[in-house]
């Protein structure tokens, strides 16, 4: 069974930071890659931002520059560094595993809102 541990959301003002950790557990065998998705009300979920190994990336354009995605391997647990937040960042946001074969999993989501 694979579970997470989603944590690091909450309530901020606008030009303020979180960060989001992930971590996975269970028999999930080997990861290949790394990521976080976010669903506002009424909006599709999106892609924010992934990680290959450890040094491939690929972000969403709107957070280009403010958010920076890592993991720890050896901890099997992804991180987001969110800086310079805006109000039109406010979402659950899901942590994504995608293994080696194939298969893919979701974390439990975890609020961000970004308010004064």
């Known amino acids: 069974q694979v579970q997470f541990v989603e944590s690091g959301g909450g309530l901020v003002q606008p030009g303020g930071s979180l960060r989001l950790s992930c971590a996975a557990s269970?028999?999930?065998?080997?990861?290949?890659?790394m990521g976080w998705y976010r669903q506002a009300p009424g909006k599709q979920r999106e892609l924010v931002a992934f990680?290959?190994?450890?040094?491939?990336?690929n972000y969403k354009d709107s957070v280009k520059g403010r958010f920076t995605v890592s993991r720890d391997n050896a901890k099997r647990t992804v991180y987001l560094q969110m800086d310079s937040l805006k109000p039109e960042d406010t979402a659950v946001y899901y942590c994504?595993?995608?293994?080696?074969?194939?298969?893919?999993?979701w974390g439990q989501g975890t609020q961000v809102t970004v308010s004064s």
């Open positions: 994504n595993v995608i293994t080696y074969g194939g298969a893919a999993y």
């Open positions: 269970g028999s999930i065998g080997s990861i290949y890659r």
């Open positions: 990680i290959i190994s450890d040094s491939i990336t």
